[in-house]
């Protein structure tokens, strides 16, 4: 009991000054029972995109505006992070599916507001965490074959160019590109650590 009393007087003192200098107000946007991941800002801010797991429907991907109801947008969809393109009225996102009744593998899809299904970009692919480029031209995407990561380009004609050669099991997340394009960042797993890399848009590490 001694420990549990000391432990509520220290961080009931720390919750007294949080509360003193002012808590920022909150909203809560799912039903609190959900798993939901992947919140996303469109362009311009006035919409939030996300994903959630309920236990009785299922999954899906939705879409929240000030003083709205999240909206579903795909049913029966579920994906981490998502891409939107620069007008706010589409977006891309990654998520596992079934190739030849018995493979699992991620593939990216895009997806218009409003729309009742999404299109499939690439077929079997292992492709995931789409990133579209500042001029809308190209995706990044982050590959997988046998356990090896890559950072690849995906051109307006869904054609995969790799863009490193990475070896020994490396593993990448997240890619982004820098507001200019010239630069894109990335979450890279080796040796045991994650640290975020940089790249030239060609796939130079910088």
């Known amino acids: ?3 549990k009393t000391s ?4 961080y009931g003192e720390q919750a007294k000054a949080v509360e003193a200098a002012g808590e920022t ?3 809560l946007i799912s039903d609190g029972v959900d798993n939901c991941m992947g919140p996303t800002w469109s362009p311009d801010g006035s919409q939030l995109l996300f994903s959630c797991v309920d236990p009785v429907d299922g999954s899906a991907i939705l879409i929240h505006s000030e003083d709205d109801e999240p909206e ?5 969809a579920f994906a981490k992070d998502f891409s939107w393109r620069s007008d706010g009225k589409a977006f891309f996102y990654s998520a596992t599916h079934t190739v030849d009744r018995f493979n699992l ?3 990216v899809y895009f997806h218009q507001i409003g ?8 077929r079997g692919k292992r492709a995931r965490h789409p990133s579209l480029s500042p001029d809308g031209k190209d995706l990044l995407v982050v590959t997988n074959k046998v356990q090896q990561n890559q950072l690849a380009r995906m051109t307006i004609d869904q054609q995969i160019q790799p863009l490193t050669e990475l070896e020994g099991h490396q593993q990448l997340a997240t890619p982004h590109f820098s507001p200019d394009g010239r630069y894109i960042a990335v979450s890279k797993w080796q040796d ?4 975020i890399w940089i ?5 130079s590490p910088y």
């Open 105 to 107: 593998y991620d593939d």
């Open 192 to 195: 045991g650590e994650r640290d």
């Open 7 to 10: 432990l509520e007087e220290r």
């Open 72 to 76: 579903i947008q795909v049913k029966g």
């Open 1 to 3: 009991r001694g420990w």
């Open 25 to 27: 107000p909150t909203k």
């Open 199 to 203: 790249y030239t848009a060609d796939g």
């Open 115 to 122: 729309k009742k299904s999404s299109s499939l970009l690439t």
